[in-house]
């Protein structure tokens, strides 16, 4: 199994910034490495959308919506993915979700998530 858990969401005015982090846990060693990890996001009354992903090799990809604002990087040695979100507006607003890949068994991993609000 695989934990997933992140932090860094919170309360934010519009224009201003966030980093959000997600540390992968337990069957990740060896054979048992993961992959790909991204982040991905749900708004109020909406359907889970792809924000931005990272692959070991550090290939990027993001949604239209976040290119220029959002930046996705990781840690392979801490098992970690950040995502810095600058300029953030009302509509970025949503429970923000990581998600890992572990190619050895094709399985994908899910955080709980971690709620942004970008309000005045």
């Known amino acids: 199994q695989v934990q997933l858990v992140e932090s860094g969401g919170g309360l934010v005015q519009p224009g201003g910034s966030l980093r959000l982090s997600c540390t992968a846990s337990g069957s990740i060693f060896g054979v048992n490495a993961i992959g790909s990890m991204g982040w991905y996001r749900q708004p109020p009354g909406q359907e889970r959308e792809l924000v931005a992903t990272?692959?070991?090799?550090?290939?990027?990809n993001y949604a239209d919506s976040v290119k220029g604002r959002f930046t996705i990087s990781r840690d392979n040695a801490k098992n970690t993915v950040y995502l810095q979100m600058n300029s953030l507006k009302p509509e970025d607003t949503a429970v923000y979700y990581c998600?890992?890949?572990?190619?050895?068994?094709?399985?994908?991993?899910w955080g709980k998530g971690t709620l942004v609000t970008v309000s005045s």
């Open positions: 998600k890992t890949h572990r190619p050895y068994d094709g399985m994908n991993y």
């Open positions: 990272i692959t070991r090799g550090r290939t990027t």
